[in-house]
């Protein structure tokens, strides 16, 4: 079993930025992949971003190359998303979650943390 924990969301202007943590415990494999989705309301969730445990290339939704970006701190066992330039549609519950594939599809990930509200005025 894998536990996840996100915190770190809260109101923002737009423009402004803010870090999402995700805590991870449990039995973490190295080959497991870290991916961040979100879900604003009346909308479908949406991948976000992905990274392996034990590193890699990191892979992003194309609308949010740029300003958005993953990373993880293997010795605290959290995974990040930085999140710049932030626009009003950014705003969403995010959810980590973590999986055996790589991939886009939220069904695909085995393991969800409970979700960090992200608010962006503008």
């Known amino acids: 079993q894998v536990q996840l924990v996100e915190s770190g969301g809260g109101l923002v202007q737009a423009g402004g930025s803010l870090r999402l943590s995700c805590a991870a415990s449990?039995?973490?494999?190295?080959?497991?992949?870290m991916g961040w989705f979100r879900q604003a309301p009346g909308k479908e969730r949406e991948f976000v971003a992905a990274?392996?445990?034990?590193?890699?290339?990191?892979n992003y939704a194309d609308s949010l190359k740029g300003r958005f970006a993953i990373s993880r701190d293997i010795a605290k066992n959290t995974v990040y998303l930085q999140m710049n330039n932030l626009k009003a549609e950014d705003t969403a519950v995010y959810y980590c979650?973590?999986?055996?594939?790589?991939?886009?599809?939220?069904?695909?990930?085995?393991?969800w943390g409970q979700g960090t509200q992200v608010t962006v005025s503008s």
């Open positions: 990274i392996g445990w034990s590193g890699g290339i990191p």
């Open positions: 979650a973590a999986g055996v594939v790589r991939t886009v599809v939220s069904g695909q990930y085995d393991y």
């Open positions: 449990g039995r973490i494999f190295s080959s497991y992949i």
